[in-house]
């Protein structure tokens, strides 16, 4: 069948929702028996996300080829469950760097190299490479940020090019728009909805269909207002309150009738029937009342919660899995340097450390992980958090004194994690860590080993230092367990102290691979022994 496509475009402001509504729709339309692509084109100028701060732009999700990408491609891996690559997410700076190095080769001898069409080209080459890839009969493409930025203008053009390249019966615009309450009357108001989607017709876009975001319901007459003031069919206009339980935003699609909607207008037929049970099961799961565990996730990005969506949608599914309610106590790791916020870590059931960069807040961090190894509090290190619990270990156990990772002291006698050789001669900082997947060995008889019940798994990662194996066998004497390893044995994967009831770490980033139907068992540990020791 010829391809089609759905574009998502922002309006009126961004953070509304854009991605987990395109999620939803990939959802709708997959279990409708199609096969779906997602790709999410970036407006900004860097690369990727790699190399950009937490505080700007949230967490970097990473995808099995190693691909640094938005947050949103999590988003669409948890709604629609497909393995996505480095294809589903562009950024303007990857469409100039691509344009420019073909000019320097004398690919457009000649021709003065313009944002139209040079630009635009590279933009719809990159948007057609997901249909050659992935064989999809249905992309869904969202643009980052609002229409109007001045960033986001040439990914509209080339979207609007494409609109009559693959026939205006092929795609089909879905506008995300919010409509703000007005505190003094409660009312709700549609004018910046209006103007967002003339700023949108303005370069010659009429939506097909409009998605009223709002904290509020939205009534059936202010749908009619907005079909009526923007030029949309009364029935596309599809009102989507603020939903309390993120996964049960394709329910509410669904049970609003906008998946028939949607093949409608692309003049298709369902090939199967829609099976949303499992989700509205899960999401009946979430309400029920549970008892709570309360994890405190010990971070140094904390005031920005997306820098960890990952983290928290898996501690949520491994929360649903052993039928309780999870409570995150956001803990900034220099407040535990400063003696500061610890009430926080002791009345948690668990303590949780994620990853991380550079050397602010690391010492908070390993106040964390001792606090859990002496207390037998349990315990769950991803990345930067099994680094910081190596550290720990070496300094309190071991005696090593000055322990640390290079990363954080360069003149340590003791580097417990240090860069590998291929690592030493990199100078640049973008894409150049460990990434993507790789296999891991669990060894048999660890914690590690009865969470997975697999002998050996594949899993993301996103760092450029390591255990150093020159410590392995004194740790190994003084209770720490390799329970995975690279398969050549090179390369430490997990660790977990032997004697406690579950302190487990690992190198890579398992809350990638998290998915509200099969929550990790790195998690679902962590939360089985915090449930656990919350009984006691
Ligand atoms: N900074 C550490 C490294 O590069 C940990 C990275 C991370 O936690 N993602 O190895």
């Given at each position: 069948m010829t391809t089609k496509y759905l574009f998502f475009t922002g309006g009126v402001v961004s953070s509304v929702g854009k991605g987990v509504t395109a999620a939803a729709m990939g959802l709708l339309l997959k279990e409708r028996g199609f096969k779906i692509a997602v790709q999410k084109l970036d407006?900004?100028?860097?690369?990727?996300?790699?190399?950009?701060?937490p505080y700007q732009h949230g967490e970097v999700y990473v995808l099995d080829d190693g691909a640094e990408t938005d947050l949103d491609l999590g988003h669409y891996e948890r709604f629609i469950d497909n393995r996505l690559s480095r294809v589903s997410n562009f950024t303007t700076g990857q469409v100039y760097a691509e344009t420019i190095a073909n000019e320097r080769r004398g690919d457009y001898l000649g021709g003065t190299i313009q944002v139209i069409p040079h630009i635009t080209n590279e933009i719809k080459r990159r948007i057609r490479l997901v249909e050659k890839e992935t064989g999809a009969e249905i992309v869904i493409l969202e643009v980052g940020g609002?229409?109007?930025d001045i960033e986001s203008q040439p990914f509209l053009e080339a979207l609007r090019q494409m609109r009559n390249e693959v026939g205006r019966e092929n795609c089909l615009f879905v506008h995300v728009t919010w409509l703000p309450t007005i505190g003094a009357t409660g009312e709700i108001k549609t004018k910046p909805t209006q103007h967002s989607v003339a700023a949108l017709r303005s370069i010659g876009i009429s939506p097909n269909i409009i998605i009223a975001r709002a904290d509020q319901h939205v009534d059936k007459s202010l749908c009619e207002k907005i079909a009526l003031f923007c030029d949309v069919e009364k029935d596309s206009v599809i009102p989507m309150t603020t939903a309390?339980?993120?996964?049960?935003v394709p329910l509410m699609l669904e049970d609003l009738g906008v998946g028939e909607l949607i093949l409608t207008k692309l003049g298709l037929k369902a090939k199967g029937k829609p099976n949303m049970q499992p989700w509205r099961k899960l999401v009946e799961d979430v309400r029920k009342p549970k008892p709570t565990v309360k994890v405190a996730l010990v971070g140094k990005y904390v005031e920005l919660q997306d820098a960890y969506m990952s983290v928290r949608e898996a501690l949520k599914h491994a929360a649903i899995a052993n039928d309780v309610e999870v409570e995150i106590?956001?803990?900034?790791?220099v407040d535990l340097e400063k003696d500061k916020n610890w009430d926080a870590v002791k009345n948690s059931d668990a303590i949780l450390v994620p990853g991380g960069f550079g050397s602010r807040g690391i010492e908070g961090k390993v106040l964390a992980a001792r606090y859990a190894r002496e207390n037998k509090i349990p315990y769950l290190g991803l990345c930067l958090g099994m680094q910081v619990m190596s550290i720990d270990f070496a300094r309190g156990v071991l005696n090593l004194e000055d322990a640390n990772s290079s990363e954080f002291d360069?003149?340590?006698?003791?580097?417990?994690i240090d860069l590998m050789l291929d690592q030493r001669s990199v100078t640049d900082m973008g894409g150049t860590m460990r990434l993507g997947l790789y296999p891991c060995a669990l060894q048999k008889g660890t914690k590690a080993a009865a969470a997975y019940g697999v002998p050996r798994v594949e899993e993301r990662h996103r760092h450029r230092f390591e255990f150093n194996n020159k410590y392995r066998v004194e740790f190994e004497k003084h209770g720490m367990a390799f329970s995975g390893l690279s398969p050549d044995g090179n390369l430490v994967e997990i660790i977990e102290i032997a004697n406690h009831p579950y302190m487990v770490a690992s190198q890579f980033h398992p809350e990638f691979l998290s998915r509200p139907m099969r929550p990790h068992p790195l998690f679902v540990g962590l939360l089985k022994a915090a449930k656990e020791k919350a009984k006691k």
């Open positions: 407006p900004y100028i860097n690369v990727d996300p790699g190399t950009m701060s609002t229409v109007g309390s339980v993120l996964y049960e106590n956001w803990v900034h790791s360069r003149s340590t006698e003791n580097p417990i």
